[in-house]
């Protein structure tokens, strides 16, 4: 396993992202032939020229792990040598996070050095490419599904996207909210690394658009003024009526906020405001509140682990279940679920 690459991520202040299910799966280039890395590169992302660059030998394998999610696609990505990548207009959004060493980086007329503490998201129609990737440099590649991503920021609006997104480059991971959404990602990255229960499968797709969310709501991009501008009306009662009839109904549906907010027939912001002043949270902090209580109400019955009632519940970190239960409850799920069994035996 690559630990260099898990403590050089570390140590930029960026989340440290579970990579075992790509480090644990066979590497698809089984021999350093820079053809077969370009080949099986292209195979998973884009049509694309990918030369070697001159310089020193390196000691390092070429390696590509890659996975075909249904609303993305994410490789474990490092050349072994310096390399140069230019795919020209992509057909889809895109991310980079580089894991070690330094790619640079471009799309359109920006220009960025992705790094563990940079990443880089690209845009569609316009002309993209990595003049310099380092042959240590590892990177997850991150390939989302263009519709997705404008029919979330649609949702987001109220009104449909016309034209494509276009991202600011480089994307601070080191603090801030491009810290949060590189949680989203790690959390997304253990889902998979999962045993394949159906509970943990139920909720990757879910993990896949909230990432699309958070990377819509975290970097700057062409539509941002829009989104952070007075969204006139709230939501009318009725309309959070029907949002809060819909997570009773099954408050384990995998919803994000543009979920609830077509079921309120507004926007989310929109409605964000509107679950403030009537509840003081947010529609995913209601309906997490209400998923808790569930969950409480499982661990009750005394059958089961946590990790199976917080998993049902969509709570893909264990700890932060934990910590979340204590905070609503006062105790550990651990504690309820021990309760639960008492109760049982004493039946």
Sequence with gaps: MDAGTYGRASASGAPLLPCDVFLDAPNEVETPDFGLFRETLN???????????????????????????????????????????????????????ALSGTVVSRCGDQEAVASPAVATVFSPDRHTSLPRWDADAAQLSIKLARTRVEEELAALLGRPVVKPIDFRLAFPVDGGSGRR???????????????GEEPALRHVELLERSLICGLL?????????????????IAPRGAVDRVLDEIERAPDGGYTVTDLARFAGTSARSLQYAFQERFEVSPMQYLRQVRLDRAHDDLMQGVGTVADVASYWGFTNPSRFARSYRDRFGHFPAATLEAGRRRRTRR
Excluded: C, K
């Excluded at 050349?79 to 991310?95: E, F, K, M, Q, R």
């Excluded at 990602?185 to 690394?193: H, I, K």
């Excluded at 970097?219 to 501008?229: F, G, V």
């Design 43 to 97: 195979r998973h992302f884009y049509p694309a020229r990918v030369e070697p660059l001159g310089g020193r030998p390196t000691p390092l394998e070429p390696r590509i792990s890659a996975m075909h999610l249904a609303l993305t696609t994410i490789g474990y990505v490092r050349p072994g040598t310096a390399a140069s990548v230019d795919p020209g207009d992509l057909s889809a959004y895109h991310v980079n996070v």
């Design 181 to 195: 959404w590189m949680s989203i990602l790690a959390a997304l990255l253990q889902s998979v690394d999962a045993t």
């Design 217 to 233: 709501v975290s970097q700057p991009h062409s539509y941002t003024e829009q989104l952070t501008a007075d969204p006139g009306p």
